[in-house]
């Protein structure tokens, strides 16, 4: 079982204000999978143009947020310490819920290959148990 606070995953993750996308990770195994959670909150910078009036969390950050929960599952292993994650790919992505100033989105990315430092992943995001994304990503080690 992995737990990791705020201060924990940016020992392990590059990203910083406004780009750190998960606020916790609450449950995983290196190597294999990462549950995390991610506060949304009205005061984030991208609600200042998406949209006015309406704010709604951009898709792609959503995606953004998933990677960064399959990265900590990835980098938690001792081989992979200090080395960077990048996206390869995504492919399937789907959209089904509308996420909101307020929503706690719980995000779960499990590994599915590896071939050498390329990586694949399957990724879902949901909010009051309800589905708001799935995706397929693959990412390179470096």
Request: charge should be positive.
């Amino acid at each position: 079982m992995m737990q990791l606070d705020s201060v924990e995953i940016q020992k392990i993750l590059p990203h910083r204000y406004p780009f750190l996308l998960v606020d916790r990770i609450v449950d995983g195994e290196p190597g294999k999978w990462a549950k995390g959670i991610k506060c949304v909150s009205a005061n984030e910078m991208q609600f200042l143009g998406h949209f006015p009036g309406q704010p709604v969390m951009p898709g792609v950050l959503m995606i953004e947020a998933l990677a960064q929960v399959g990265a900590v599952a990835v980098l938690s292993l001792p081989e992979n310490k200090g080395k960077l994650v990048f996206f390869g790919g995504i492919k399937n992505a789907r959209f089904k819920k509308q996420v909101v100033p307020g929503d706690v989105l719980e995000m779960e990315c499990e590994m599915t290959a590896m071939k050498g430092p390329v990586g694949f992943g399957k990724a879902v995001a949901k909010v009051d148990g309800k589905v708001a994304v799935t995706a397929e990503l693959s990412f390179v080690i470096q």
